[in-house]
């Protein structure tokens, strides 16, 4: 397993020196930040951004995320032009040795929460989603969440959602597999493994169409195009806030099956329908146990890149809502430590 750590470049206010005084870490998951979706990296830039993490002694472990732009996941007249820019993408991050590449089919924005600094018992706070709260607040009051692409506008964004009402949820399955029929033979070609980002949270909201929610939808995504290099990333946190949703069942299943590619780690709080808060990693304060999900990792000799998720804010931090550096570090320390647990406890030593 690569023990890594998502870093979010000159963006990120959490030093590459700080992220390597974290025991155990050697990896980094990061991507090229100061470009739109849907333009080429360049060899250059990302050969600059890998030399930079390996000053480190650190490897780039997996991009997160080489986006999707809109027009491939609305199947625009013009997103063939698109799938080239990512498959040329996909060239120049391979030219470089990286090998996975996280994305997800998320549309008009990433993950979506209705709090961002909900107070927790101890008197942190963290990341909150409340269907409910959802369901009350105006369009108006929420486009300046950080789910949201800044570039849109609040015309811009009810265009977008309108399109995608009309799109449904068969159509952008249609447009997903357009992608993978025409990305996962490069990837392949290339010798990069693919991993889907489960929608975080997994339902339709807003009236949007949301169709990675759960194992049955991860099932189809993989038996799109039968390759290695179409696989998942599971998210623990995303899949876990549907209650319904068995964590270790999932990742055991598509472990096994040799389609796991990359694993975020975080826990969660449910309370109650569509109601959660993201916590610390520790088993007892969320709902999700831990301890099952890395038994499950090590039985299953799951090789590929794991990171903790979001992370509370403590200690008086500020910053990136989910990603300090306090309780990550502590996610992070308390995931080695299972892991080691079990590796020893099972006689299997690593080197
Ligand atoms: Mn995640």
């Not at 979706?37 to 250059?44: L, P």
């Not at 991860?218 to 998210?235: H, M, P, Q, T, Y």
């Given at each position: 397993?690569?023990?890594?750590?998502?870093?979010?470049?000159?963006?990120?206010?959490?030093?590459?020196?700080?992220?390597?005084?974290?025991?155990?870490?050697?990896?980094?998951?990061?991507?090229?930040?100061?470009?739109?979706?849907?333009?080429?990296?360049?060899?250059?830039?990302?050969?600059?951004?890998?030399?930079?993490?390996?000053?480190?002694?650190?490897?780039?472990?997996?991009?997160?995320?080489?986006?999707?732009?809109?027009?491939?996941?609305?199947?625009?007249?013009?997103?063939?032009?698109?799938?080239?820019?990512?498959?040329?993408?996909?060239?120049?991050?391979?030219?470089?040795?990286?090998?996975?590449?996280?994305?997800?089919?998320?549309?008009?924005?990433?993950?979506?929460?209705?709090?961002?600094?909900?107070?927790?018992?101890?008197?942190?706070?963290?990341?909150?989603?409340?269907?409910?709260?959802?369901?009350?607040?105006?369009?108006?009051?929420?486009?300046?969440?950080?789910?949201?692409?800044?570039?849109?506008?609040?015309?811009?964004?009810?265009?977008?959602?309108?399109?995608?009402?009309?799109?449904?949820?068969?159509?952008?399955?249609?447009?997903?597999?357009?992608?993978?029929?025409?990305?996962?033979?490069?990837?392949?070609?290339?010798?990069?493994?693919?991993?889907?980002?489960p929608d975080?949270p997994p339902w339709?909201?807003?009236?949007?169409?949301?169709?990675?929610k759960?194992?049955?939808?991860?099932?189809?995504?993989?038996?799109?195009?039968?390759?290695?290099?179409?696989?998942?990333?599971?998210?623990?946190?995303?899949l876990?806030?549907n209650?319904?949703?068995?964590?270790?069942?999932?990742?055991?299943?598509?472990?096994?099956?040799?389609?796991?590619?990359?694993?975020?780690?975080?826990?969660?709080?449910?309370?109650?329908?569509?109601?959660?808060?993201?916590?610390?990693?520790?088993?007892?304060?969320?709902?999700?146990?831990?301890?099952?999900?890395?038994?499950?990792?090590?039985?299953?000799?799951?090789?590929?890149?794991?990171?903790?998720?979001?992370?509370?804010?403590?200690?008086?931090?500020?910053?990136?809502?989910?990603?300090?550096?306090?309780?990550?570090?502590?996610?992070?320390?308390?995931?080695?430590?299972?892991?080691?647990?079990?590796?020893?406890?099972?006689?299997?030593?690593?080197?």
């Open positions: 397993m690569k023990f890594s750590w998502r870093w979010f470049g000159d963006e990120d206010n959490i030093s590459l020196e700080k992220i390597n005084q974290i025991p155990g870490l050697t990896g980094i998951v990061t991507a090229i930040y100061d470009q739109p979706a849907g333009t080429v990296w360049s060899i250059k830039k990302i050969s600059k951004l890998v030399q930079r993490i390996n000053n480190y002694n650190l490897e780039l472990t997996a991009i997160e995320s080489v986006p999707v732009p809109e027009e491939i996941k609305l199947g625009s007249p013009d997103r063939d032009s698109y799938i080239e820019v990512w498959k040329e993408n996909l060239q120049n991050l391979s030219s470089l040795g990286i090998e996975v590449v996280c994305y997800n089919f998320m549309p008009a924005f990433d993950w979506f929460r209705t709090d961002l600094q909900k107070p927790l018992m101890d008197g942190s706070n963290s990341l909150f989603f409340s269907q409910k709260e959802l369901n009350k607040k105006p369009l108006e009051d929420l486009v300046d969440l950080p789910g949201w692409d800044s570039n849109y506008s609040f015309n811009e964004v009810s265009s977008l959602i309108n399109k995608y009402k009309e799109l449904g949820e068969e159509g952008l399955w249609d447009n997903l597999e357009y992608f993978l029929k025409r990305v996962v033979p490069v990837a392949e070609n290339y010798g990069i493994k693919l991993g889907i980002h975080d339709e909201i807003l009236g949007l169409p949301r169709i990675i759960d194992k049955e939808a991860l099932s189809r995504v993989v038996n799109i195009i039968d390759s290695e290099s179409n696989g998942l990333a599971i998210c623990t946190g995303s876990g806030a209650e319904k949703n068995s964590i270790p069942e999932i990742l055991k299943y598509f472990s096994k099956k040799g389609k796991l590619n990359f694993v975020h780690l975080r826990n969660i709080k449910h309370f109650g329908d569509k109601e959660f808060q993201e916590t610390a990693h520790y088993s007892s304060s969320g709902s999700l146990d831990m301890f099952e999900i890395m038994k499950i990792l090590v039985e299953t000799d799951y090789s590929g890149p794991i990171r903790p998720d979001h992370g509370r804010m403590i200690w008086d931090e500020k910053g990136r809502p989910g990603y300090g550096l306090y309780d990550r570090a502590l996610g992070h320390s308390y995931i080695l430590g299972l892991y080691e647990a079990l590796i020893k406890g099972s006689g299997n030593f690593y080197g």
